[in-house]
Structures are given as C-alpha cells and as structure tokens.
C-alpha cells in the first residue's frame, strides 16, 4: 500500500465548476500537508499548505484536513481554463523532513 | 530575487553511462532537495541536502548520488544508466526551520536509450 493515494483523474468540469480534489494517507505522523499544481513540462508550483487538521482558505482555494480519517481535500470554486494542470498532495512529518507525494490528478475546465 | 533553475533541459543518454545535473537555489535558501518524477507519477525523492552535507535519502541505489556547494547550487550525479532512470528530475530549494515550503526548479527530462 502507498504512503499517500490519489486519484489520477482525469476529471473534466465546465468552467465555473467547484471542484474536489483528494488523497489519502497511511503514514500517522505526517504533519503538513500541501498541495502542489504542475503545468505540463514545468515543475509543481506550491499552492498551499496545513498544518495538522483544519481548513485554509487563499482566494478560490480552501484546503481541508481531516487526520482522524487521514484525508485530504482542495476545493477550487469558480474553476477556470487557466486551473487545467495536474494537481499533486504533498506530506511531511516535520518542516525539513522527507516530502511524499501523491500519483496527481489531471484536472482539464471546459469554457 | 531569482526562482530556481536546472541545467540541462533535456538530455538523452545510453544505458551504462554517467549523468550530471545541476540546480541553482532560490537566493537565501539553504537546503536542497532532488526528486526523480517518471510519467504520471508523482516526484520521488531521492534525497536532501543542508550545509554541503546529505539530510535525508528515499529509497534510491548509491549510484545516485549529490553535492550542495558552499553557493547552496548543487549537482545529482547518476552512475550507470539503467532505462528505468528515464524521468524528469526536479530540484527543489527551501529554507531549513521555515516551514514545508519548497520551491521548485523546471526540471531536467533525461532520456536513457
């Protein structure tokens, strides 16, 4: 079994969709947990990041954590063209630790 | 202040032989990490550098190997080319005690025939 799952997708929305990204994980001491978008042929751009459970909110994007299911979710409201990327979860035990990532998934937002 | 960047862009190679790659940290970062991404998959990590000195290594052969220069740029240095070495290789800086945030380069894409 993986550290960390992630549905590969691809998933496919009209534009103005809210749309639900998740993964799940096994490893309970992983503390962070972040989100990265990768554009084809470039490399993950950050786009948020929790510490332990909660949610975070940055403009459109709301991260939830739930460590008691060990489960993860990024919300995009109002999705755009320009958010067609492939979406990656992120985890780590500690601020310079080791990073586990997700397989991503592709995300494409149809005008 | 300047991103992080990769050199080469692409390079391809023959089985059995030896790979350079370089990286060149965001300015006042400290630590650099090397991630191996094969296609559709997520990044790897292969391991981390902090003060010139390896911090960490994931579940790759010694013949990947590193340096981190006292300018905090640094080298992935691959020995013996096997085909499965095909991916893009990503370098990614950060600043040990600030928190999970790493910033990453725009890869290498080597090819191994």
């Known amino acids: 079994q993986k550290e960390v799952e992630q549905d590969p997708g691809p998933l496919s929305v009209p534009e103005g969709a809210i749309v639900s990204l998740n993964c799940t994980y096994s490893?309970?001491?992983?503390?962070?947990f972040m989100w990265y978008r990768q554009y084809s042929r470039k490399g993950p751009e950050l786009l948020m990041y929790?510490?332990?459970?909660g949610n975070k909110e940055d403009g459109r994007f709301t991260a939830q954590v739930d460590k008691s299911s060990k489960y993860i979710s990024l919300f995009i409201r109002d999705s755009q063209p320009s958010d067609s990327a492939t979406y990656l979860c992120?985890?780590?035990?500690?601020?310079?630790?080791?990073?586990?990532f997700g397989t991503g998934t592709k995300l494409q937002v149809i005008p | 202040e300047t991103g992080v960047t990769q050199s080469p862009t692409h390079l391809i190679k023959t089985r059995g032989q030896q790979v350079t790659l370089r990286c060149s940290s965001q300015?006042?970062?400290?630590?650099v990490s090397w991630y191996q991404q094969a296609l559709g998959q997520g990044p790897q990590f292969i391991f981390q550098?902090?003060?010139?000195?390896?911090?960490g290594r994931g579940n790759f052969p010694p013949r990947f190997s590193g340096l981190q220069f006292p300018n905090y740029s640094s080298e992935l240095n691959v020995n013996a080319l096997e085909l499965d070495d095909s991916a893009l290789y990503l370098c990614?800086?950060?600043?040990?005690?600030?928190?999970?945030?790493?910033?990453f380069g725009p890869g290498t894409r080597l090819t191994v025939t």
């Open positions: 990614a800086s950060s600043f040990r005690d600030r928190g999970p945030e790493q910033y």
């Open positions: 490893n309970s001491a992983f503390q962070y």
């Open positions: 929790t510490y332990s459970s």
């Open positions: 992120a985890m780590t035990s500690g601020g310079y630790q080791k990073v586990t």
């Open positions: 300015s006042g970062h400290n630590t």
């Open positions: 550098y902090y003060r010139e000195e390896e911090n």
